[in-house]
């Protein structure tokens, strides 16, 4: 089993920058792709930006997001360490982002999530 721990969120102005840390530990060898989402007030859950594969290092990203956030990964210790780089908040950032991974048998996991609220 794979345990997402994510860390790094917080209260940031408008403009400001924030990075999201995810550390995947256990059989790590079991994900296949691996990404951050988000739950903004109103809406469901959405992707943010995401490896399609870990092994491919194709990434993916919302269109909203596209050029002011970047996903980025580091394996270490036995572990999965994935970033999100976030430049150039803005409120409708705001919301709770989750580390998420799918694996080989397509079951997924979630972490527990981190609040990230960017004040005007």
């Known amino acids: 089993q794979v345990e997402l721990v994510e860390s790094g969120g917080g209260l940031v102005q408008a403009g400001g920058s924030l990075r999201l840390s995810c550390a995947a530990s256990?059989?790590?060898?079991?994900?296949?792709?691996m990404g951050w989402y988000r739950e903004t007030p109103g809406k469901r859950r959405e992707m943010v930006a995401r490896?399609?594969?870990?092994?491919?290092?194709?990434?993916?990203?919302a269109d909203s997001v596209k050029g002011r956030f970047t996903i980025s990964r580091d394996n270490a210790n036995n572990m999965v360490y994935l970033y999100l780089q976030m430049n150039s908040l803005t409120p409708e950032d705001t919301g709770v982002y989750y580390c998420?991974?799918?694996?080989?048998?397509?079951?997924?996991?979630w972490g527990q999530g981190t609040q990230v609220t960017v004040s005007s």
């Open positions: 998420g991974a799918d694996f080989n048998d397509n079951s997924g996991r």
């Open positions: 256990g059989n790590i060898r079991t994900i296949n792709g």
């Open positions: 490896f399609i594969t870990l092994s491919g290092g194709i990434t993916d990203y």
